[in-house]
């Protein structure tokens, strides 16, 4: 098995058994539904057009490809729809390097190339993204391939494993036909997808965030800067921009939300369900740089003869985000709040302990009309995680994390 580069294999004459020359190779095609590896034909440039030669009729590939089947059972290539096509799709394209979790330029691309039952195949084994790619392109013709190749192996590589690829396809005529996962993009840290993302074109960023499933789209979006998020959301449909936002914690998607025209809130909260446009909404009547405007509506409350044990079965059914499951909170029957209990003293009680045992003092809290310079300072003194917001009777209301504080405070910067 050996490798070669496509920008080699482009232009290499094509010859039939009896040694005729009967084009040259315009293209190589890959149908991804099949297999995501193989190339499955090569389209040749013959008198009578593009002409899709399949790898089966292949005899060798050496300074020319030697086919064993005759040009007039090459079926024509058509416009090249539901094919992946090497050239127009990956060079020069942006394309996301799942393992460098950044977004880099192909230059070229590396194929294995091997026997298998009487004919040659090739299997796309990596992308190149440096320098050796672009000069190989650049003097191709110029300068005889013996002397080409020795130049390029002074260059360093920088191949990217075809395993380590996901492709952005921007365009939706194609994009089903496709069939290649951003699966392994998806696995990344959103913080990591945020970064990828943000590196690319408008188009580009809608074709990622279409692929992701909701909740991945929602944690992705919360570490983006606000302008970029405000960009996604408005490129989406409401719908999908709806269940998005549903996925998000409440005070981020009131800050995204509060970010966009009211018509285009309006739309988005009409296609959210009753309980979560009930909560955004509330959300939204709060100042932004305020306590309630930074709370998050979802925590875990108890009631006043709560024991440790109640709590840790709460903690097992939550269904919010982990980032607010650092403090337990105690409140009466009216919902005022009476105290509040560190998770690292829970997991070290008995599970018989009253929750009211186990509370930290002093009990700190904001205000919903604290304004946000207030909230930092009180994170700061105190080294809080979270924070209860309350309202004028001491009612909570929300909470705020430290998330929430480094989002604001890197908002200032």
Known sequence: MSEIALTELLGLPVVDADGIRRGRVRELAMVPHDDTLHVASMIV????????????????????????????AWQPAGDGEGLFLLERDLLDQQIIDVHGRKVVRVNDVDLYRENLQGHV????????????????????????????????????????????????????????????????????????????????????REAVFETLNEEVAAETLEEMDPKVQKSIVESLDSDRAAEIVEEMNPDAAADLLGDLTEDHTTEILKEM????????????EFGENTAAGRMNTEYVAL????????AI??????????ETLSTIYIVDSHGTLVGAVPLARLVLADPTTPLLALTREPLISAFAETKDQDVAELFDKYNLLMMPVVDEHKKLTGVITSDDVISLLRAKL
Do not use: C
């Open 313 to 322: 079965e709460a903690l097992r059914s939550y269904e919010g985000g982990i």
């Open 121 to 204: 195949s090739l299997k796309v084994a990596s992308v190149d993204v440096g320098p050796r790619g672009a000069l190989r392109r650049l003097l191709k013709g110029l300068v005889p391939m013996s002397a080409l190749r020795k130049l390029l192996r002074q260059i360093p590589e920088r191949p990217i494993p075809w395993e380590f690829v996901d492709l952005i396809e921007t365009d939706p005529a194609r994009r089903v036909k496709l069939k290649i996962s951003h699966e392994r993009l998806a696995k990344l840290h959103p913080a990591d997808i945020a970064d990828i993302v943000e590196e690319l074109a408008p188009d580009e």
């Open 45 to 72: 440039r013959t008198k009578s057009g593009d002409r899709l030669l399949p790898f089966t009729a292949l005899a060798d590939i050496n300074g020319q490809v030697t086919t064993t089947s005759a040009e007039n």
């Open 273 to 284: 369900t009753p309980a979560d446009r009930k909560e955004i909404t509330e959300l939204l």
């Open 303 to 310: 009631g006043i003869n709560a024991s440790v044990q109640e």
